[in-house]
């Protein structure tokens, strides 16, 4: 399944030295020998990269645009190859995995024309006959590290404004879903970009991460994974002081108001919550439900999960795929089970599911009668369980949904215009939805505050994290 890639180093592809096998979560076989990297293969992967950067940069903004688009053109060509290969190694989907190589493609095509968008200013200066000129310049060399749960969209969204801003990028994917960012790096492979302009790693932290974090070639490094991973990457950074960009985990938490279109709300908020079995960090945890509409929400939710069907996402009658691992598996059961025995009821779902004899399988699950103070409420889930709770008045449901070191996203569903910008303004969160949870968009900026990470990718904010801003006094 690999075989045709495997590391990219120095604008070619090179057969690694050593191999792991990747794990299927739907059959729990091997899917193939997947690179791990050695020391010495990263450390080509960096002097490629530092090689790349005077050619990357003298480019100009307009050369990278185009070659930017020929990418995203290889995308829509491969687009049928790229889904197939993240439901693969993900067990999500099709259709989810298709229109996450979509937007991975618009990331690109955003990025083109960012490129051409790297404006200066000029300023007054105080010096008679002077001015000041403000330009902005590719950071250097970039190292991009991204998790399994989106495998073809969190590259993108790392690679594409990099590029854009004239920084070539070491990138490491999640060693379980390598296969995705293989096809992506070859499509960039074939745009013509400068040999060292991309480059691919694969592998343990000690043969990947260590080396790249160590390298004060490296200016930059973004991030996303836990917040666990992005506070020891904080204290890495510090040693060689690059600039960091970081997204991080989530804990979003759902105001039901008492004044919600209840049909409307269910019917996005059930295929949201279990949408990549709830391994999404923008995924909706914490459903606080006003006392007037919570028993109707709860039936209403649980009649909606009752009909997810569970299967491989290669199938498409299926409407919820496996977890990642078997980690995953048992961490979920125990968060459950936990909150069970704390008091919480059990609404739909709180099991391996029993038809799968193999894959990680687990229930859509409802829980009601959450408090706070549990685990499955106080903490990212990660997976396919909603959480519960009923609220009484607007502030009690503000103070409990901020209560959390993480700010990623936040929801509300009203039909009150006033109420509606009382949630913008009260829910502390870098994005929030009203109504709606489409919240990934190229044109738009992702990220978090607080525990959730810092930068924002996506948007015309999302290149800024890759130039650095040069001041010039010039007087004649």
């Given at each position: 399944m690999y075989q045709p890639f495997g590391l990219f180093l120095d604008g070619?592809?090179?057969?690694?030295?050593?191999?792991?096998?990747?794990?299927?979560?739907?059959?729990?076989?091997?899917l193939g020998e997947a690179p791990a990297a050695t020391l010495a293969e990263t450390q080509a992967a960096l002097d490629a990269a530092a090689r790349a950067l005077p050619a990357l940069r003298a480019m100009g903004g307009f050369a990278r645009a185009e070659a930017l688009h020929r990418a995203a053109d290889e995308m829509l060509r491969r687009a049928e190859e790229g889904a197939r290969m993240i439901t693969t190694e993900t067990g999500?989907?099709?259709?989810?995995?298709?229109?996450?190589?979509?937007?991975?493609?618009?990331?690109?095509?955003?990025?083109?024309?960012?490129?051409?968008?790297?404006?200066?200013?000029?300023?007054?200066?105080?010096?008679?006959g002077g001015r000041f000129e403000v330009t902005r310049e590719p950071v250097g060399v970039v190292g991009a590290f991204t998790a399994w749960n989106f495998p073809a969209a969190l590259p993108a969204r790392k690679l594409a404004p990099a590029l854009a801003a004239g920084c070539p990028v070491v990138l490491r994917p999640s060693s379980q879903t390598p296969g995705v960012a293989m096809v992506m790096v070859d499509c960039l492979r074939a745009a013509g970009l400068p040999d060292g302009a991309v480059n691919l790693v694969i592998g343990s932290t000690a043969t990947t991460y260590d080396p790249i974090m160590a390298d004060t070639r490296v200016r930059k490094v973004s991030l996303t994974g836990s917040t666990r991973v992005g506070q020891q990457m904080i204290r890495d950074a510090a040693a060689t002081v690059k600039k960091v960009s970081m997204e991080l985990g989530g804990n979003a938490p759902v105001i039901i108001q008492d004044?919600?279109?209840?049909?409307?709300?269910?019917?996005?908020?059930?295929?949201?919550?279990?949408?990549?079995?709830?391994?999404?960090?923008?995924?909706?945890?914490?459903?606080?439900?006003?006392?007037?509409?919570?028993?109707?929400?709860?039936?209403?939710?649980?009649?909606?999960?009752?009909k997810i069907r569970l299967g491989d996402g290669l199938d498409p009658e299926t409407g919820m795929g496996p977890l990642i691992n078997a980690r995953r598996l048992t961490e979920i059961d125990?968060?459950?089970?936990?909150?069970v025995a704390a008091g919480a009821t059990l609404a739909h779902g709180g099991r391996r599911a029993p038809e799968h004899n193999s894959g990680f399988f687990y229930q859509p699950t409802v829980l009601t009668g959450?408090?706070?103070?549990?685990?499955?409420?106080?903490?990212?889930?990660?997976?396919?369980?909603?959480?519960?709770?009923?609220?009484?008045?607007?502030?009690?449901?503000?103070?409990?949904?901020?209560?959390?070191?993480m700010g990623l996203s936040a929801y509300a569903f009203t039909r009150s215009p006033d109420r509606a910008r009382r949630m913008v303004t009260g829910l502390k969160a870098g994005m929030v939805g009203i109504n709606s949870f489409a919240l990934a968009a190229s044109e738009a900026p992702f990220g978090g505050?607080?525990?959730?990470?810092?930068?924002?990718?996506?948007?015309?904010?999302?290149?800024?994290?890759?130039?650095?801003?040069?001041?010039?006094?010039?007087?004649f």
């Open positions: 070619a592809w090179h057969r690694p030295v050593a191999t792991v096998p990747v794990i299927s979560p739907v059959t729990e076989k091997s999500k989907p099709l259709a989810q995995a298709g229109r996450e190589w979509a937007l991975a493609c618009d990331q690109f095509r955003w990025y083109a024309e960012e490129a051409r968008r790297i404006y200066g200013r000029i300023v007054e200066s105080r010096v008679p004044d919600a279109d209840l049909d409307a709300a269910l019917d996005l908020c059930v295929p949201t919550k279990f949408a990549n079995c709830g391994q999404v960090c923008v995924t909706p945890d914490r459903f606080f439900v006003h006392d007037s509409l919570h028993d109707a929400f709860v039936e209403g939710f649980v009649a909606r999960a009752a125990a968060v459950v089970q936990e909150a959450v408090t706070d103070d549990m685990r499955v409420f106080a903490e990212e889930n990660f997976g396919p369980v909603a959480a519960i709770t009923r609220f009484t008045t607007e502030d009690e449901a503000l103070n409990r949904a901020n209560a959390s070191d505050t607080n525990h959730s990470g810092m930068g924002r990718e996506g948007g015309s904010e999302g290149i800024g994290d890759y130039l650095d801003t040069k001041l010039a006094q010039i007087v």
